[in-house]
């Protein structure tokens, strides 16, 4: 079974700041892929990064990083210079080969900048 | 823009009234899904078509139906809802299953029943 744990429930950080927010997960399927969407209060779930189990690199995508530790199950999202606008919920969530393309989600990280 | 669209963004039910969320698509994508998110919790999926293929969660109460007439539209019936089925209902697509494959989502459709 697959498992995402998301221990941070809330966030502050300010404007300009760097933050990261904590992912872990657990699977016994070797290909998996980890993705990082963000929720804002209107409902929208917005994709921002993934990140493949064979990838070498960590992602990056604008100002969205993923501090990937395969060894130890992690899957952080680094985002830097924090905008007003950042403030969301954030989820972690993991998809796996032999899950098809269901995704597993973590229960969330509410951020909020503040100036 | 091609983008998932639900309808309609807020829906308010009575007690055992049926009620029909809609989703449609300009993706062409072959996979789509339904997602039940409860107050402050991770969406929770609850179906989803592979093409005309339907696939149900196990724990997927028989009160949620639902149809896929095309490639563009998913509808999600709740035949009798209940007090505990406010929520937020989510639908997404994705082509194909596997890779970096990221799910679309709609903005969803927030549902109160009275």
């Known amino acids: 079974a697959q498992k995402i744990t998301q221990t941070q429930p809330g966030m502050f950080v300010q404007e300009k700041e760097a933050v990261t927010l904590d992912c872990t997960y657990d699977?016994?399927?070797?290909?998996?892929?980890l993705f990082w969407y963000k929720q804002p209060s209107s409902g929208e779930m917005i994709f921002l990064i993934y990140q493949g189990s064979y990838d070498q690199q960590n992602a990056t995508e604008g100002r969205y990083s993923l501090n990937f530790q395969k060894a130890r199950k992690s899957a952080n999202l680094v985002i830097s210079a924090s905008q007003l606008g950042d403030s969301a919920m954030y989820f972690c969530?993991?998809?796996?080969?032999?899950?098809?393309?269901?995704?597993?989600f973590g229960t969330g990280t509410q951020l909020k900048v503040e100036l | 823009d091609a983008m998932v669209i639900q309808n309609p963004r807020y829906q308010v039910t009575q007690f055992g009234k049926p009620v029909t969320l809609s989703c449609s698509q300009t993706l062409n994508h072959n996979v789509m899904y339904w997602y039940q998110q409860k107050s402050s919790q991770a969406p929770k999926l609850l179906f989803h078509?592979?093409?005309?293929?339907?696939?149900n969660e196990a724990d997927t109460p028989d009160n949620f139906q639902s149809r896929r007439p095309n490639t563009s539209f998913c509808f999600l019936d709740i035949r009798s809802p209940g007090l505990g089925d406010a929520a937020m209902y989510l639908c997404a697509t994705s082509n194909g299953w596997t890779g970096s494959k990221e799910q679309f989502f709609g903005p969803g459709t927030r549902l109160t029943v009275l």
């Open positions: 969530a993991m998809r796996t080969t032999g899950g098809g393309n269901k995704l597993t």
């Open positions: 078509y592979y093409d005309k293929d339907f696939n």
């Open positions: 699977t016994s399927d070797p290909s998996y892929g």
